[in-house]
């Protein structure tokens, strides 16, 4: 979709087309969304469909939406928003959406059986194995020679692996999966391909679920399958939707943010040589580069289920809401300097992983990852260079979650 460059009036006839396209540096938000957030920080957008649904853009409004329970994440709900014609495509499925697209009383349920599975203590105890893999990964391309894509050698098998790990996934499989996840989060990638991925995704599942019912082993699926499934609390099709969303979310997302995270780094090159020179910041860099490069970058879609005001504004029941995290976390409201990046002054609060009951279940896992992989790097790697420049490199910019398609690096 082409940007209108209308500046948006007091009119709520007139809304400007929904800003997604990284139109000036791929590192900064469109450049209208940073206006709207000044100008009007609710405002109506028209998406691909003609439907207008309200963009917020500033932190307090954000985060007072995302834990508004009159705000549904129910996508079968009329005039829930959908931003691209392929995320549409879930409503018209019988496939079960998995709970990230449902409300309490049936969200707080499914969520309850994973928490347990993602806490905090049990990712804590994840993390040598984790540590071994960065080491591992890393040794791998370094030997084998002085370039690679980090993208393709190094942030997106990490996450790959360790989420099969936790699983019960088998990682030579990664080709086949890695390409539907791809897929299903391509807001450019025809209908019929989004429907083959998703057919084909399930059905991958659907065999490893009744193999793990089969032979149990110490993974996450075959506890589901034993714990949930065989005593009818959810079906075999609600345990298979929620193997592939968490296959999806759990690597997609950490990938992304390893890369842009490098990137940013690397363009900032005393932010860089500061963890090189003393990577206990590394915890407080991964807080900062969450906040400044906010990878889940269209904003979060829920739908109004009464009357209700945001930042001023009504909004109606049966009115959509797009909730701008990348935004709310460059607010200047909230934060010094939001557009610098600044590792040595953590954010205390950003939105990266969302708020509210349907805040990150991965979050401690993401966080563990992100360390670890950082830490790796600035520890092994702290000759890294990018050989190409801002502007050769391509962007996932009509991708739900937002990075860089590869990243070339030598050492
Ligand atoms: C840097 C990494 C990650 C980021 C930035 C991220 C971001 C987010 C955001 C913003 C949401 C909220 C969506 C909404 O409210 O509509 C979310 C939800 C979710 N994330 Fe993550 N995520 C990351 C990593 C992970 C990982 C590693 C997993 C592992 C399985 C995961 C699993 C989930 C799940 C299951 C939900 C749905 C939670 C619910 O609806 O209750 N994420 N994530």
Redesign the pocket.
Known sequence: MAETGIVPSADSDTAPAYPTVRTGCPLDLPPRVGELREERPVARVTLWDGSRPWLVTRYDDSRQA?RDPRLS?DLHRPGFPFISPVQKLQQNQDLPVG??RMDPPE?TRQ?RM?IPE?IVKRMERIRPEVDALVASLLDDMTRSGSSADLVGSFALPL?SLV?CRLLGVPYQDHDFFQEQSRLMLDQTAGVDQVLAARAELRDYFDRLAVHKAARPDDDLLSRLVAEQEAPGHLTHDEVVGMAA??LV??HE??AN?IGIGVLNLLETPDQWAALCEDPGLVPGAVEEL?RHQT??HTG?PRVATEDLEIGGVTVRAGEGVLIQ?ASANRDPRVFDAPDRLDVRHPPRRHL???FG???????P??RV??QSALTGLVRELPGLTITKSLDELAFRHRMNVYGPVELPVTW
């Open positions: 995302l994440a709970f990230l969200h969520r994973l993602f996450p989420i969303v968490l979310a759990g997302t950490t943010m969450l990878i889940i979060l995290l990266a992983f969302g009951v349907h805040q990150c279940l991965g979050l896992l993401a990852e992100l």
